[in-house]
């Protein structure tokens, strides 16, 4: 199995509402991330789990809550989002959380706060 | 900061045609990754190239690195619709940099015209 799955692939969301973002990958990667892209835009890194602990946390709001139950999943949290968090979500895992090794990028999730 | 810089931002090209994209970065590097994302999908892993290497082959893609002038090219020929996508350069700097993260350049939008 060579992919990264995230779920849902499309969501919609009141700026109330709780949600979560899932990605599961079974290559045996030890790190994942979460991205963030807007239109036209690059990628923008979120959070970075090595070997299941949040290593890097790049100043993303509390409203954004990345939880790592185990080494193939990974979840992001959602609560009390603004419009402006309406982006594609990329899930991506590596062989370590170097960057030595190409990423592998699940499709991402369309998310669209209203 | 951002460590790569595309180039050009977007690019028509005739089927059949090569297409060439160039990317620019500003400090040292390790290696150097090329990424294809079709529209609203994932990115995918092209080619990784380090920096002891010049030029590196994957079926019709062709990368080439020149550490002096800190650029990279990324040539894919005989051209297909397929071909049609952004594409995107990352560098990381290596291990002993506490940034210690792949850095996405701002993308180059391919089209290839029928």
Not at chain 1, 88 to 98: E, F, I, N, V
Request: glycine residues 6%; hydrophobic residues 30%; proline residues 4%.
């Amino acid at each position: 199995d060579t992919e990264v799955t995230q779920t849902p692939k499309h969501l919609v969301m009141g700026m109330t509402n709780k949600k979560s973002l899932k990605c599961e990958q079974h290559m045996g990667h030890r790190a994942m991330y979460w991205y963030k892209q807007k239109a036209k835009k690059p990628p923008e890194l979120m959070f970075v789990y090595s070997y299941e602990k949040l290593s890097i946390n790049e100043s993303v709001p509390s409203r954004f809550s990345p939880e790592c139950p185990n080494s193939s999943l990974l979840n992001l949290h959602l609560h009390a989002l603004q419009p402006e968090d309406s982006a594609l979500y990329l899930c991506a895992s590596s062989r370590t959380d170097r960057g030595n090794y190409g990423y592998t990028f699940g499709s991402g999730t369309r998310l669209t706060v209203v | 900061s951002q460590q790569g810089e595309e180039d050009p931002q977007a690019l028509s090209i005739q089927e059949g045609e090569n297409a060439t994209m160039n990317c620019s970065y500003k400090t040292s590097i390790n290696n150097l990754q090329w990424y294809r994302q079709n529209s609203g999908r994932g990115l995918v892993h092209l080619i990784l190239i380090r920096s002891n290497e010049r030029e590196k082959h994957s079926g019709r893609l062709r990368v080439t690195l020149d550490t002096s002038k800190k650029s990279s090219s990324l040539l894919i020929t005989a051209s297909r619709a397929a071909d049609t996508a952004s594409y995107f350069c990352a560098t990381w700097r290596g291990p002993m940099n506490r940034d210690d993260k792949i850095i996405f350049g701002k993308g180059t939008r391919l089209h290839i015209l029928p």
